[in-house]
């Protein structure tokens, strides 16, 4: 069966630092990949998509970057936080279907708790 | 402007008792519209999806129905457990190329 993981659960960062989230999903080949961020009493907010090694799309101009070294590790960074970045950031995958947000399910991780000080 | 609005915000209903979850969206053109359930501290599982061309879609418990016409979706929830507790996300997709629109969600409390 497929699997999604993210680490670490809970970060807390101090403004300026850098930040660098991992999420690895097994059992799969080939997913879309995504990362968003979930503000309290918002919706979801995509940030970066991924359909390949090294294909990224950016939803959100902002203070993160995402890469994707190999076909299931998805990376979220940034070289200096700022407080805005605080949240809920979740990763997800999907098999691959008509396009990047087909009709097929994403399937989350249980996300990182990111506090700023 | 948030293309999808989803209500009531928050609801607290007795355990088995029946609820319904309203959602509704503006995007265009229209090619699904999905129901997430999100546990406090967890990320979003899938419950359904819909294309347009669907009405309803059931998944145990959960059932929802979509109007195309209206931009309306619901999920009803039978017979409440306590594990139903949770946050219910709506979530509709323009075109197979399109943008997922996320609503705020709708927080469900069963209490005994």
């Known amino acids: 069966s497929q699997t999604i993981h993210q680490w670490p659960a809970t970060l807390v960062q101090p403004v300026g630092s850098p930040l660098s989230l991992e999420c690895t999903v097994e059992g799969t080949s080939n997913p879309n990949l995504y990362w968003y961020r979930q503000a309290a009493g918002r919706g979801l907010q995509l940030l970066f998509y991924s359909v390949g090694i090294g294909q990224i799309s950016s939803e959100v101009p902002q203070n993160l970057s995402a890469s994707r070294p190999q076909d299931r590790q998805f990376i979220l960074s940034s070289k200096k936080l700022l407080l805005s970045d605080s949240g809920f950031y979740l990763c997800?995958?999907?098999?691959?279907?008509?396009?990047?947000?087909?009709?097929?399910?994403?399937?989350f991780g249980d996300g990182t708790r990111l506090s700023i000080l | 402007k948030n293309q999808v609005e989803q209500s009531p915000q928050s609801l607290i209903i007795l355990e088995g008792k029946n609820c319904t979850l309203q959602c509704n969206y503006t995007v265009s053109p229209f090619s699904n519209l999905r129901w997430y359930k999100q546990d406090t501290g967890r990320g979003p599982v899938s419950l359904t999806i819909?294309?347009?061309?669907?009405n309803t879609k059931s998944n145990g418990r959960y059932t929802a129905t979509l109007d195309a016409d209206t931009k309306q979706s619901s999920l009803h929830i039978t017979a409440s457990q306590l594990s139903d507790s949770a946050s219910y996300i709506c979530v509709a997709s323009a075109d197979s190329w399109g943008k997922f629109q996320f609503g705020a969600g709708t927080q469900v409390v069963v209490t005994p």
């Open positions: 997800a995958w999907s098999v691959k279907g008509a396009g990047p947000y087909s009709n097929q399910p994403q399937h």
């Open positions: 819909m294309t347009f061309s669907e």
